[in-house]
């Protein structure tokens, strides 16, 4: 919900080759309550200015020497990729207020200046502004939420199969390696039982966070639910270099966590599928994994083991 404080915080330019109408302007804002103005009598200078500060509004004269308004509103149009300039021209010309709006101007004042109709469209313009931004963000977060874990911040399953999938895809093109590591906290549901399950999202958390401290900056490591973890890793090539790469891992995994003031020793288990081995698409790479942290889980825990199956006809019909 966009306020009248919101409005008069919002941050407005001011660009005319006039001090004088600049002072003028600015005069007539801060009468009218508007906190954040900045100006400049040069019209070179507002490119750089809104690429800087990314103004609510630009308030714009279109007649300027050596860079008229309209050339300035070519150049903020490289900043917009929606190519939405918040641009309110001033104009003493009637037959230029149509050529701005077509060049992208939302609205127009005209000279000489009226204090109301300057305050009015002032108003107006900012407040479209403000609830475009603030509709664009609530899509974004939203965004964000579709595609994240929301205790961890990880990766979903969603976009680790959109990921995962690129690496297959330029695994593939390059005739290289990658793998699919499949994870999960050993004797979790007791830290559950005991102490809760806050306790429990905590030390989940926590678990994240290591495994991507562990992993390099463009490999995904994802949360499925539970203490269920996926991790698609680029240019592994063998099951040496995932057998490295999962002994890291269970060392990080296996340090003692502090849970609100008690110490708690907590280990993980690990199954490792690499591409194009135990299988060519991301679900059988998956589910080649899953099964290989089922044997690891079977040999003790506290452990990991590379698949061994390559029967990618029997792997999908464990599906």
Not at 61 to 66: I, V
Not at 67 to 90: S, T
Not at 224 to 252: P, R
Request: hydrophobic fraction near 45%.
């Amino acid at each position: 919900m966009i306020s009248e404080s919101d409005i008069h915080n919002a941050s407005i330019l001011l660009v005319d080759d006039v001090e004088a109408n600049v002072c003028l302007l600015e005069r007539m804002l801060r009468g009218a309550g508007y906190t954040s103005i900045a100006s400049t009598t040069e019209p070179y200078e507002a490119y750089e200015l809104h690429r800087k500060n990314r103004y609510d509004l630009i308030m714009l004269d279109l007649k300027m020497p050596g860079m008229d308004g309209f050339q300035v509103m070519e150049d903020l149009k490289k900043i917009e990729a929606d190519a939405y300039l918040p641009v309110l021209v001033i104009t003493a010309h009637p037959d230029q207020k149509l050529r701005a709006l077509k060049a992208g101007a939302k609205d127009f004042v005209s000279k000489p200046l009226d204090l109301a109709e300057v305050q009015a469209r002032v108003h107006n313009m900012l407040e479209v502004r403000l609830l475009n931004k603030e509709a664009h963000n609530y899509g974004k977060s939203q965004e964000s939420l579709a595609l994240h874990d929301s205790l961890t911040g990880l990766a979903n399953r969603r976009l680790l199969i959109e990921r995962a999938s690129l690496v297959v895809a330029h695994a593939r093109r390059n005739k290289s390696g990658m793998a699919v590591m499949y994870l999960d906290l050993d004797g979790f549901k007791q830290i559950n039982d005991t102490w809760g399950h806050d306790a429990g999202d905590i030390l989940l958390k926590m678990a994240a966070g290591r495994l991507v401290d562990a992993v390099r900056q463009e490999d995904t490591v994802a949360r499925l639910g539970g203490d269920e973890f996926v991790i698609a890793l680029s240019q592994i090539g063998n099951a040496d270099d995932a057998a490295k790469v999962a002994a890291k891992l269970m060392t990080a995994m296996s340090q003692p966590y502090d849970l609100q003031g008690r110490t708690v020793n907590m280990t993980a288990s690990a199954g490792v599928a690499i591409y194009p081995v135990h299988g060519e698409d991301v679900d059988t790479l998956m589910k080649s994994a899953d099964l290989a942290l089922y044997d690891a889980k079977r040999a003790g825990k506290n452990a990991y083991r590379v698949s061994e199956r390559t029967d990618l006809s029997a792997i999908a019909s464990n599906g």
